[in-house]
Nanobody, 127 residues
């Protein structure tokens, strides 16, 4: 059974930092591109970042560029999202997803292209 689990969410003040982790099991982790998405109340789920299978390519949505950093450790089957200079508008549930046929340089924001999703972790940023 394939399982994807996020952790590391919490409540911080604006300007603070959090590091999200996502661990996958039951799959060959380095066969998958990994994406982070988020969903704020009343809004659609949106792509935040994507990292390719070989870590050679990372991409970010414009609103987090320069503040968030995605990385992966294939030996630990884990992908990370380091979030700095957090803003109230970053408040959302953050989801991790694994996509076998996702290419971060192309259409990485398409939700149906991802094979496995985690349950999400809440991030709340107060002003």
């Amino acid at each position: 059974v394939q399982v994807v689990t996020e952790s590391g969410g919490g409540s911080v003040q604006a300007g603070g930092s959090l590091r999200l982790s996502c661990t996958a099991s039951g799959l060959v982790f380095d066969d998958y591109a990994m994406g982070w998405f988020r969903q704020a109340p009343g809004k659609e789920r949106e792509g935040v970042s994507c990292i390719s299978r070989t870590t050679t390519y990372q991409t970010y949505t414009d609103s987090v560029k320069g503040r968030f950093t995605i990385s992966r450790d294939d030996a630990k089957n884990t992908v990370y999202l380091e979030m700095n200079s957090l803003k109230p508008e970053d408040t959302a549930i953050y989801y991790c997803a694994a996509g076998r046929d996702v290419y971060c340089s192309v259409s990485w924001r398409r939700l149906p292209d991802y094979n496995y999703w985690g349950q999400g972790t809440q991030v709340t940023v107060s002003s």
